[in-house]
């Protein structure tokens, strides 16, 4: 027991860097999501007061084409808002695995130097790269497939929003059309 916790804690500390920008990219990973989260509720309860806002636009323009372009420019205007840090969570989801591939690679060289270094091949000289190599991969996954998960989620979520607004304005102009 000692000794493997010896050697997690050496593992640790040898790919501490590594570790450390996956822990960061978690954090911010996990604070866009919930960001997002209230967003998009925030938004779904406001959807009533968004189509009272483009009425009030549109009944202005006596053109279909008119009242079209006012309302795609609204529905435009009102989702950029949502788009906000969707970008660093599939970022975010990109490059995690990278990352964990890197500690992975400076693992397995770690684990060549302490081979070369005492001249042997022992299970002893090459654990601890090995291991620092498969934590850094398991992080880096750990951190990215929460994040694709959350980016389709709020990608989809933010389509068929767009979806929703577009139909419900198309038959708030074809409402004033048909007066």
């Not at 979806?163 to 007066?179: F, N, S, Y």
Request: charged share 15%; with cysteine.
């Amino acid at each position: 027991m000692g000794s493997s916790h010896f050697a997690l804690k050496e593992m640790l500390l040898h790919g501490w860097y590594v570790l450390s920008v996956l822990l960061a990219c978690s954090v911010i990973s996990l604070a866009v999501m919930w960001d997002r989260w209230v967003a998009f509720r925030r938004a779904g309860k406001a959807i009533p007061q968004f189509l009272k806002q483009i009425a009030s636009k549109v009944e202005l323009t006596a053109t279909i084409e008119g009242r079209e372009l006012i309302a795609r420019t609204e529905i435009t205007r009102s989702l950029a808002p949502l788009e906000n840090r969707l970008s660093i969570l599939g970022t975010i989801a990109s490059i995690t695995p990278f990352i964990g591939l890197l500690g992975t690679v400076i693992g397995i060289i770690r684990a060549f130097r302490a081979v070369s270094a005492t001249m042997s091949g022992g299970h002893a000289v090459v654990a601890v790269g090995i291991a620092e190599a498969l934590v850094a991969t398991a992080a880096g996954l750990l951190v990215a497939i929460p994040a694709v998960v959350g980016y389709n989620y709020f990608s989809r979520k933010l389509e068929a929003l767009e979806q929703q607004l577009t139909l419900a304005a198309g038959e708030l102009i074809m409402g004033l059309v048909r007066k």
